[in-house]
């Protein structure tokens, strides 16, 4: 068995709280997965992990509420951005992957851009109460 929870050392700066969770949880899967041969494997396995995990497709859009997420602190607790993962999460993960280490040199300036990237994004999206319905 592959162990490949070294992938997610550091944690990164999530876009809502709900994501914080996620990323642990992803962390303890992935360090019980099975062979992964090249990134393309190592993607494919992590979209449908966040399926697995949230029950929702990783795919630009709204945020998602997931209640065991919910630790009841913050507007965004429970929220998960499959926008996020899309943007900023997998690709640093299956960077890190293909260079075998973490974090690699250019990461930093890739987070940078796409934080920014994100953060754009984010504001044109209305923000969802806990019920789902937006505010």
């Known amino acids: 068995m592959q162990n490949l929870d070294y992938l997610f050392v550091p944690e ?3 876009g809502v709280r709900g994501c914080r969770f996620l990323w642990r949880e ?3 899967k992935c360090g019980q ?3 992964i ?3 393309k494997e190592l993607k494919e396995r992590l979209y449908s992990l ?5 029950g929702y497709k ?3 859009g709204e ?3 997931v209640k065991k ?4 602190i913050g507007n965004s607790a429970g929220l998960v951005s499959p926008t996020w993962w899309e943007m900023i999460g997998l690709p640093v993960l299956i960077t890190r992957f293909t260079e075998g280490k973490s974090p690699s040199n250019g990461e930093a300036g890739f987070l940078k851009e796409k934080i920014q990237e994100y953060i754009k994004w984010s504001r044109s999206i209305p923000f969802p109460n806990k019920s789902g319905e937006s505010q």
């Open 50 to 54: 966040f399926f697995e995990l949230t």
């Open 33 to 35: 997965m099975g062979e």
């Open 26 to 28: 992803m962390k303890l």
């Open 63 to 65: 945020f998602v509420y």
């Open 58 to 60: 990783l795919e630009k």
């Open 69 to 72: 997420y919910d630790n009841g």
């Open 12 to 14: 990164l700066r999530f």
């Open 37 to 39: 041969r090249n990134a």
